[in-house]
């Protein structure tokens, strides 16, 4: 059968050592094949192949066989020519290539040589055979040898001649041989791949978007590729095929020149792909780029993707680079407003806030950009779905109160998802103000520098009389005076600077005329009694001028320590400031404020020769008091003005009689007494060496950060007790004036 289908003589050419000798035998073949294609015996050429791959190409040991055999079936394929092929093309495709891994590269060459005749004369008739030859060209490209090189290269040019130019070209049969190649790490065939998906972008017949997931990730990990020259392709082909992502999703449906419609993307698979190339460093930035673009493009298509996305985003708010940094903030911006252009009531917004909720506070153990950016995630839900809070506020507030020792931009936030899962739960909120009570007073009061932002904070979201009701309530029971006395002296401060607490100051004015005002009064008294200098500032406040005078003459029965002196020199410039206009202006009727001018003499006397004493003498001064007052009878403690209605405009004196009559009646003496147990309280502890913090330094400090003053200096342990008294005195009054 052999020598039917090529004779002796053939055989004896094919094998000669000599490459014209080979030739003329091939020439022979070609004439063979003629002549049968004449005779339309199809039979005899697919024997004649047959015995060609037996006789020569499977002759492993014999390198003329086999450069026989492929120059034999070159002569076969251009013997058969174009018309007369197509039954023979898979036969004399395989032949080659089965040579593509011989150990010689010299067969390797003349295999490429031999499968280039084939592409010749079959042209599109090939593409059947697409993903075995483009496998093949990616095996020969893993080569050193340069003749090989050259070789694949030929065949590869006219493999894209016959892609770009025949109608049977398949997208999906190449996307599936290029999934098989994608992963690989070879340099030459990631250059390879990347430039046949360039090329493919460019023929307007052909679209690969719809297939994108096949191939996106391999993309993706080639931007990690340590040779500029890949990473850069790679980078060129994620720009091109994004662009034509964005001009399918801007054609309109009916338009005939788009070859594939945004339905036909995959933008559930395209997006995952870009999320998880967000993990690796190099692959990051365009990521982004594309997750940004997808949430646009894709609309609500992307809502059972926000959870992952969040978790990926938070990641990267807090990435060490700064263009990193804003592209996630621009993407959280893009889902932020998917989020909020998709109806409350959408049935996928539902689906997803579970998995929203784990993610946001997974986040806030992150960096602080992380949480920052978390924290205002959860404030834009809640709003959004009001009703999540109750379900979301046991799994948050722990997480929230741990947030407090942070940056102050996340204290905020922090405090404002608070206020918002609490504002109608005044038990919750209560219970959270218990808990920072104790987030203060624990591990040495190292939290205490906190307590002023967070009050001032807390005083602007939420009601303050609540706010400081409930607080001074938490305080009074708590036993360590030493920390009460601290913080009060920090909260009065803010009570006495905060322009946001303006209305209760207001309210507090009030508290000898109105029963609201006076029973918040009272609550305060309560706990402001743990620090006598902030009481008299609260009585000062609350124009309870005779109970003032009676707390001064209780300060001559203690001890005057250089805390309480501290405390006295700031608020003598409390009084000078314009939260205390008011009391200076009641100083020009003395007679109708006799208990004001002897409240301040009191403090005068209780002062040493200091520039505090100087200013608060000058005023009393100013006023010529001395001449001026009338002969004292008995008072009760004047107040402000009450006005029969709010349109009742008329002023009044503050002593005036519609005033005494009008004046609630307070139980002064229960709350002096009062006053007095908590001092005698604190001098017991102070005897047993209670631990506590020192109002003075930790008044001055929120005293300094309401004002904006610069920390005080802190007197060495090693001087003198009296000169670091009267030093101290020096800085903080020298650092009041600047203020």
């Known amino acids: 059968m052999v020598d039917m289908a090529i004779s002796q003589e053939m055989v004896r050419m094919l094998s000669d050592h000599k490459a014209d000798v080979r030739k003329k035998g091939a020439a022979e073949v070609q004439s063979k094949v003629e002549e049968l294609r004449r005779a339309k015996n199809g039979n005899a050429v697919h024997e004649l192949i047959r015995t060609v791959r037996a006789r020569f190409l499977k002759q492993a040991d014999a390198w003329e066989l086999r450069k026989g055999g492929l120059l034999a079936v070159s002569a076969i394929a251009i013997g058969l020519g174009s018309a007369g092929i197509t039954d023979f093309v898979a036969e004399l495709v395989e032949a080659p290539l089965e040579l593509f891994n011989d150990s010689d590269t010299a067969i390797k ?121 890949i990473s850069g392709l790679a980078k060129k082909v994620l720009d091109t095929y994004l662009r034509r992502l964005r001009e399918c999703a801007a054609a309109a449906p009916d338009d005939r020149l788009t070859i594939v419609s945004e339905q036909d993307v995959e933008w559930g698979d395209v997006m995952s792909m870009a999320i998880d190339a967000c993990a690796e460093v190099a692959t990051r930035s365009n990521a982004l780029t594309w997750i940004i673009d997808i949430l646009t493009l894709a609309g609500s298509r992307m809502i059972p993707y926000i959870p992952r996305i969040l978790k990926v985003m938070l990641s990267c708010v807090a990435d060490d680079q700064e263009a990193i940094r804003r592209k996630a903030s621009q993407a959280v911006e893009n889902l932020a407003s998917l989020f909020l252009s998709t109806p409350a009531t959408d049935e996928a917004i539902k689906a997803v806030l579970a998995g929203m909720l784990e993610t946001l506070t997974q986040a806030l153990r992150h960096p602080e950009e992380a949480k920052r950016c978390a924290l205002e995630c959860m404030l834009m839900v809640l709003d959004r779905h009001p009703e999540l809070i109750s379900e979301w506020n046991p799994k948050l507030f722990p997480n929230i109160l741990s947030l407090l020792t942070s940056s102050d931009e996340v204290v905020e936030l922090a405090l404002e998802v608070l206020a918002m899962t609490t504002r109608d739960n005044s038990t919750e909120f209560r219970d959270f103000l218990t808990r920072l009570v104790s987030l203060l007073q624990g591990e040495g009061y190292t939290h205490m520098s906190r307590a002023g932002h967070i009050i001032r904070t807390l005083a602007k979201i939420t009601p303050s009389g609540v706010l400081f009701s409930d607080l001074s309530d938490i305080l009074s029971r708590v036993s360590d005076v030493g920390f009460v006395s601290s913080l009060v002296t920090n909260i009065n401060m803010i009570l006495l600077t905060s322009p946001e607490l303006l209305p209760l100051r207001n309210i507090l004015k009030r508290a000898l005329h109105d029963p609201d005002a006076k029973a918040l009064f009272e609550k305060l008294y309560s706990c402001w009694s743990y620090n006598p200098v902030s009481l008299l500032g609260l009585c000062l406040l609350a124009r309870a001028y005779e109970h003032a005078y009676t707390l001064v003459q209780a300060f001559g029965e203690m001890e005057m320590t250089v805390g309480m002196l501290l405390e006295i020199d700031k608020l003598i410039q409390m009084i000078e400031s314009p939260v205390f206009t008011y009391l200076r202006l009641a100083l020009l009727e003395p007679e109708d404020n006799p208990y004001l001018v002897k409240t301040l003499f009191g403090i005068l006397m209780l002062l040493p020769q200091s520039p505090a004493f100087h200013d608060l003498h000058k005023r009393l001064k100013s006023v010529n008091t001395v001449c001026s007052l009338k002969p004292m009878t008995a008072h009760v403690d004047p107040a402000p003005v009450k006005r029969k209605s709010v349109n009742d405009t008329r002023p009044r004196s503050p002593h005036s009689k519609s005033s005494v009559r009008d004046a609630l009646p307070l139980d002064w003496h229960r709350m002096l007494s009062h006053f007095r147990q908590v001092e005698a309280q604190k001098e017991a502890y102070a005897k047993v060496g209670f631990r506590c913090v020192a109002p003075d330094d930790s008044g001055r400090r929120m005293q300094d950060s309401a004002m904006g003053a ?24 020298t650092e009041t004036e600047d203020c």
């Open 109 to 229: 060459y003349h295999a490429a040589e031999c499968l280039y005749n084939v592409a010749r004369v079959a042209r599109g008739l090939l593409l059947a055979q697409f993903g075995d030859i483009f496998g093949g060209i990616c095996r020969l490209k893993c080569n050193t040898d340069r003749r090989v090189l050259n070789a694949s290269d030929t065949l590869d040019v006219i493999l894209r001649n016959i892609a770009t130019e025949s109608t049977a070209f398949s997208a999906e049969s190449f996307v599936k041989t290029v999934g098989m190649h994608i992963q690989r790490t070879e340099p030459r065939i990631r250059q390879h791949v990347l430039s046949w998906l360039l090329l493919l972008d460019s023929v307007p017949e052909i679209s690969l978007l719809q297939h994108l997931p096949r191939f996106l990730g391999g993309v993706f990990a080639m931007l990690a590729d340590p040779d500029a020259k």
């Open 710 to 733: 610069k920390p005080p200096l802190v007197p060495s342990a090693a001087e003198p007790k009296e000169q670091q008294d009267l030093d101290t005195l020096s800085v903080v009054r």
